[in-house]
Structures are given as C-alpha cells and as structure tokens.
C-alpha cells in the first residue's frame, strides 16, 4: 500500500491520504490529492523527500521543498550537498511522525482493498496521536 502523510512542525501526524496501490508514485498520490493547491490555498509549506522532485515547479514562490539529486554525471556542489544537509536536518521530526505510524504491525503485512486500508490508516492515525501525545 501506498499512502502520504503530512505532519505539523513537531512531527505530528495530522493528514493521510487514501491509500493506493504501492506501485503508484509520490508525486502522482499528491496530484490526484491535490496536496499542493491545498498548502498554497493554506499559505503552508512543506518540506520533503526527493521522491516529490517537481512537484512543485514555481521557483518564485515553492510551496514543496526538496533536495538536490545527484547522478552519475551531476556531481553535487559543496553548497548543494549543505542544503541537503540542512534539509534532512529539517526533516527530522517529520520522520519521527511517520515513524510512530510504522510501528504499527497490522501495516507490515496489509494486503487488502485500499479502501479498507483507508479506513484502518485513519483509525491508526487516531490511535497514534493518542499514545504519542499523552
């Protein structure tokens, strides 16, 4: 299964979206759950991995930060290579929320209609703001 989460500023789970097949790609889940729009109409932003690299392509205004990627043929600059830093840096609470999410067992092992899957993600969303919070 395949799902995105958004967390506020202290890694607290706060969103998730319906669950989809795993195959399906970030950046297709958070169109179809028109996550940018959403942040834009709320003035938020977000901060995430390179698995939404071009989501958001307004340079003037991003809403959707990430990283630089590197390949065989585009070495990192020092400059790049800290603002990945920094950013993973950010990130960290942002981590923390999803991890708490994973340790739920029921999710290693969940093969079945993703529109049950949703149900059980939210209920678990739930669930795990009230043990982590408490």
Known sequence: ???LALT?????LIWISAARPGRTHDIT??????VLA????????????????????DVRDPVIVTGFHA????KL????KEANRVLAIGRAPFENGFAHLKNWRTLTKLRTDP???TRLLRALLILTNLEVNR
């Open 29 to 34: 889940a958070a169109r179809h759950d028109h």
């Open 115 to 117: 529109a049950h899957a």
């Open 77 to 80: 600059t020092p400059g790049q």
């Open 38 to 57: 959403h942040l834009r109409a709320a003035g938020l932003g977000a901060l995430a991995d390179l698995g939404f690299r071009g989501l958001d392509n």
């Open 8 to 12: 506020d500023e202290k890694g607290r």
């Open 71 to 74: 390949s065989r043929t585009h």
């Open 1 to 3: 299964m395949h799902f």
